[in-house]
């Protein structure tokens, strides 16, 4: 039978980690003919919790799931992981200001890219989706570098998936009608979800709309705001659609986005669309085989580029902030 490929998941323990694990154990991330072998890093405080979640995983008798590694330590629990999903990270406690948040996180993302360093895979893809999911990114890469920096990547598909399920919804098409959609920039309240490239069953999806207020006042701050609305409805934040987006994310790197069609990712700038070399920022990119372009040659009009523009600039403030701390 076929080597399992070892899969990576910090926070394991967490809400995300809750969904993420089974899907990924079911085959929905590697497919229906490949094992997986589970790798859970927790803190040591979580790990009674990571038990009971390893018992469950036992019990579903996954035919796919050919073994599970958990531990605290990370250049243990990494060790010769082929991907790993960084999904654990410190959450905002109450007083902390963002350059706090930035620090904290700082921490932990430093310390998992210096162990993914030193023992993962050499094929080993690495996706961030631990908030503040670009800069933590941008940490884990900067201090992971014998790792080539296009394996790091944040993860802003739930945002893409966001914006599909909002678009379909308005124009009364299926999800499976609309491509070309686009995030751009941090995953914030920043972030940028662009219809002006997208195509609701090959027309311009701006042109089927046709209601630039619409636009502008209800889909982008609805799908920028998601995650908060979410949290007001739930009393908690969003885990199984951020498991689902991590999961179509890491699927669509290593096996391809659909022809025809793009996906949003954050990956290093190399300066297209003048967003900072260097910065983890979200672009329209296509995938195969473990590797990602940016799609090039979009036209970018005054609107987006504002858009663009304002959300790049937060990502650089933080790179800025966590370059002062050293984490960088
Ligand atoms: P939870 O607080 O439920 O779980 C996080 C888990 O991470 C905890 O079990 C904690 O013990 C663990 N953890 C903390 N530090 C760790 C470390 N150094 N090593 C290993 N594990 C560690 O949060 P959850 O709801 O699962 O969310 C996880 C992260 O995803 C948060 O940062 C959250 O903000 C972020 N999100 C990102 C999204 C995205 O689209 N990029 C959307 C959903 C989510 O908000």
Known sequence: SATPVKVAVTGA???IGYSLLFRIAAGDLLGKDTPVQLHLLEIEPALK???????????????LLSGIVTGADATKVFDGVNLAL?????????????GDLLEANGAIFTAQ???LNEVAADDVRIGVTGNPANTNALIAMTNAPDIPDERFSALTRLDHNRALSQLSAKTGSPVTDITKMTIWG??????????????????????????????EDDFIPTVAKRGAAIIDARGSSSAASAASAT???????????????????A????????????????????????????????EIDDFSRGK?????????????TVSGLGLI
């Open 13 to 15: 323990a967490g809400q």
């Open 49 to 63: 919790t990571l038990e009971g979640v390893v018992m469950e995983l036992d019990d579903c008798a996954f035919p």
């Open 86 to 98: 960084l999904v654990g990270a410190r959450p905002r406690g109450p007083g902390m200001e963002r």
């Open 113 to 115: 890219g210096k162990a």
């Open 186 to 215: 941090n995953h914030s309240a920043t972030q940028y979800p662009d219809v002006f490239h997208a195509e609701v069953g090959g027309r311009n999806a701006a042109e089927v709309v046709g209601d630039q207020a619409w636009i």
């Open 247 to 265: 999961v179509d994310a890491a699927r669509d790197w290593l096996t391809g986005s659909p022809e025809g069609d793009w996906v949003s990712m």
């Open 267 to 298: 990956v290093k700038s190399d300066g297209s669309y003048d967003v900072p070399e260097g910065l983890i920022s979200s672009f329209p990119v296509t995938t195969k085989d473990g590797s990602w372009e940016i799609v090039q040659g979009l």
């Open 308 to 320: 663009i523009d304002a959300s790049v600039k937060e990502l650089a403030d933080e790179r800025d």
